[in-house]
């Protein structure tokens, strides 16, 4: 069985939920350490036999469809939209760095810092929604996102410069700066996608930059 709930977000409103079973099922098994289970599923065929709804509300439409990967693709563009902050981004709200234990010359950072990383990867899910709808929204906010690759880490951004010449984008702002890889290349991608998209952005500027890095 598992579990997916709406929480406080469902009051007096209605809201449409799309699920993947197969990944539903997939991470049930999963909580429960069922390795076995999880290697079946791959080969077997299942059918859906019951659905179980708990707590005060109305259900207006059931359906099951073959593929609404489109959909749920949508929900999460639409979700970057209506979550991003009035500097383009998304804040981590998490403590980074706790006690120098991950890296233990760098800085803790604290709740509201925004990753290169992040940003990146936002900026890809924007782009592809705007390819598939048109929308201009999605668009819109992709280019709002550049607005944290503008300010440097220690500024609340996510430029570091490397080598004391090279443009840096930071997964994580530590001061000092980590330097990491993955995530420099992630935030790239998410640049590119969004320079062929919009060639007069400056995302465009932002990418050649880090690419010579």
């Given amino acids: ?10 009051n007096n409103r209605w809201l ?24 079946r599923l791959k080969k077997a065929r299942f059918k859906v036999i019951s659905l179980v709804l708990y707590g005060a509300g109305k259900v207006a439409n059931v359906s099951l469809s073959d593929n609404e990967h489109l959909r749920m693709f949508i929900h999460g563009a639409n979700w970057f939209i209506n979550n991003q902050d009035s500097e383009g ?26 990753g290169a990383m992040c940003q990146g990867q936002a900026i890809s899910v924007l782009c592809r929604a705007y390819h598939a709808t048109r929308d201009q929204r ?4 992709a280019e709002a996102a550049l607005g944290p690759f503008l300010l440097a880490s220690q500024d609340g951004g996510v430029k570091a410069v490397f080598m004391q010449m090279y443009d840096w984008y930071e997964e994580y702002p530590t001061q000092p700066s980590s330097f990491i890889l993955n995530g420099f290349i992630y935030s790239l991608i998410g640049l590119y996608d969004l320079s062929v998209t919009q060639p007069a952005s400056k995302a465009k500027m932002f990418y050649e930059r880090g690419i010579k890095s």
């Fill in 1 to 10: 069985m598992f579990i997916f709930g709406f929480g406080e977000k469902a």
């Fill in 16 to 39: 449409r939920l799309t699920r993947d079973l197969y990944t539903d099922l997939r991470k049930g098994l999963a909580s429960m350490g069922d390795k076995t289970g999880i290697k």
């Fill in 89 to 114: 981004g998304w804040p981590s709200n998490v403590v980074f760095n706790p006690g120098r234990k991950k890296y233990p010359k760098a800085q803790q950072i604290q709740p509201g810092w925004y």
């Fill in 138 to 141: 999605y668009l819109e906010a």
